[in-house]
């Protein structure tokens, strides 16, 4: 058990067409998405989730993982424009889980949100910076779409997981063009 009185959270590694994806849960919903899950990411990944939770993470075994991995695929399809996912809150607190509270609810598919306006929708205006913190913080990219955060100039602005994965996905949501190659 860790500080939460709650059993470790569970792991496992998706392959999608932006790279391999670390996701991990709890009992409370999805917790944790890491892009570029290969041997150096991935243990740092799971050594952030010790740290931050407090508990050893285990590969998947009681099926936690089993909706987000069968949502994933359908969105990496095609399929799915909205996540139903619970989540897990945990790795995020105060601005920044009020940002992407707010990124998770207020931007829908296919559109994107200057860091100023997404600011201005917390709550807090001219806190273009902080948005952007919030954004590099994202414990649940693609769910939590910090990928539809731009710059109010058009710019594609800063991406956790690479530019090239933040225009794949747009791309995916049909904001971007699809890539020629």
Same mark, same amino acid.
């Given at each position: 058990?860790?500080? %939460? ?69 359908? %969105? ?32 829908? %598919? ?26 590099g913080s994202n ?15 058009g710019g594609l ?25």
């Open positions: 058990m860790n500080t %939460y009185g709650q059993s470790s959270p569970e792991w496992a590694v998706m392959g999608t067409g932006i790279g391999p994806l670390l996701l991990a849960a709890t009992r409370q919903g999805l917790v944790s998405v890491a892009f570029h899950a290969h041997g150096p990411v991935r243990e740092k990944a799971l050594q952030q989730l010790r740290d931050r939770l407090g508990a050893e993470p285990v590969e998947s075994a009681s099926g936690l993982l089993a909706e987000p991995i069968r949502e994933l695929s359908a %969105y990496f399809a095609g399929e799915l424009r909205e996540f139903g996912l619970p989540l897990d809150w945990s790795l995020s607190g105060g601005f920044n889980r009020q940002v992407l509270r707010e990124l998770a609810t207020g931007v829908p %598919y296919g559109t994107v949100v200057g860091y100023g306006e997404l600011a201005r929708r917390a709550g807090r205006p001219g806190a273009a910076q902080a948005v952007g913190a919030a954004m414990p649940l990219p693609v769910v939590v779409p910090c990928h539809r955060v731009v710059e109010s100039d602005g800063g991406f956790g997981g690479g530019l090239e994965t933040k225009r794949r996905l747009l791309a995916l949501e049909g904001v971007l063009p699809a890539p020629l190659f």
